[in-house]
């Protein structure tokens, strides 16, 4: 990617006389936003469809057949939903501080809580939706917004038509869309390259777990059939236990919640997220989900509490801790889940899954095979991740740079 410290710069710049922006290219203009919109309030469409308006992707059409991310109500009567029209501007004021907003691709309704504008003629929709939604401008859309409610700050509109917005002459925001979207598209293709890479690692630490705990370490070793269609063959002088022959499965429970970071870790699916004033065990343990996230085991070891949609094993001396870990991660969730909207896995199926026992001086090697051959994989994957925090971060300065003049971009590039 090119260094933007070393692409071109405008040859004369003037003061915009504000301080967040600097200096900007001679030929630009600075408005307010309110002299660029013109808000509009159309209805009684309730037959097109329904649009969104994100955070990440702004204005998307509205899939109401996925219920896990149609979080807010949808009222049998839409007669009062706004008209959102192809290249009108569409927001939504309670979550404009985090970017809610963007350019509409589509022509449908959105909520009657949502803004909706259309834009002064000297403005191209491409570059003012490159700009608008630009990390500068959602952080003023930030400053330009109240409220208590973490996730719900109310957009002040007279604020809003305060902010000031640079405005290129047409031409070079035509140039200016043009170039970032070529540039944007490339930066994300990389990025997906990468995350294709992460996740060919997962594949293949997943892989080396499942191998070394149903094959073993030993290539030569002569082997038989496990009568499990999901374990295949295994060692001949491995046994087939039960979960509840080796370990001891208990329920997590509801925890009262401390304030500081001076109580003890709460841990679900995802990891530790509260503290609580008391612990439910002191030791090794492995957690296991029982909704929701229930393919996400995690090995614990000292003072823990967990909470009711998880469960935790306690070992017995026939089965190290860890290895039960790695035995846990190739659990087939999915056989077991029940077939509801939140999968769910039960505690008699847990205590009934079989797993293969090798000895314990097996189990200690692969544990420590699998630790070693874990960490180089995670090596590889934190450093794709540390990648593609650059990229993304040279993507953010690009399109800064880009729609507040900092950088010139010529029609060729």
Known sequence: MKNITNMSRYSAYKDSEYQWIGNLPEKWNVQKLGSCLFPVSEKNKPNLPLL??????????????DQDTNHNFIPDDLTNYKLLKKGQFGMNKMKAWQGSYGISNYTGIVSPAYFVFDLTKNIETEFFNWAIRSSLYVSYFGSASDGVRIGQWDLSKTRMKSIPFLIPPKNEQINIAHFLDQKTAQINQVIAIKQKQIERLKERQQIIIQQAVTKGLDPNVPMKDSGIEWIGMIPEHWDITKLKFVSTINNGQDYKQVESDNGFPVIGSGGQFAFANSYLYDGEAVLLGRKGTIDKPLYINGKFWTVDTMFFAICKKTILTKY??????????????????????????????????????????????????????????????????????????????????????????
Do not use: W
């Not at 969104?52 to 057949?65: F, K, M, Q, W, Y």
């Open 52 to 65: 969104s308006i994100t955070r990440e992707l702004g204005v998307i059409e509205r899939d109401i057949a």
């Open 324 to 413: 039960l870990y790695y035995c846990a991660k190739t659990i087939p969730f999915l056989y077991y889940s029940t077939a509801t909207a939140l999968p769910s896995m039960t505690q008699k199926d847990l205590l009934n899954h079989k797993i293969v026992l090798p000895l314990l001086s097996e189990q200690r090697k692969i544990i420590n095979f699998v630790d070693q051959q874990i960490a180089i994989i995670n090596d590889g994957i934190q450093c794709y991740q540390k990648q593609i925090e650059k990229l993304k971060e040279y993507k953010t300065t690009l399109i800064d740079s880009a729609v507040t003049g900092k950088i010139k971009i010529a029609a060729e590039e």
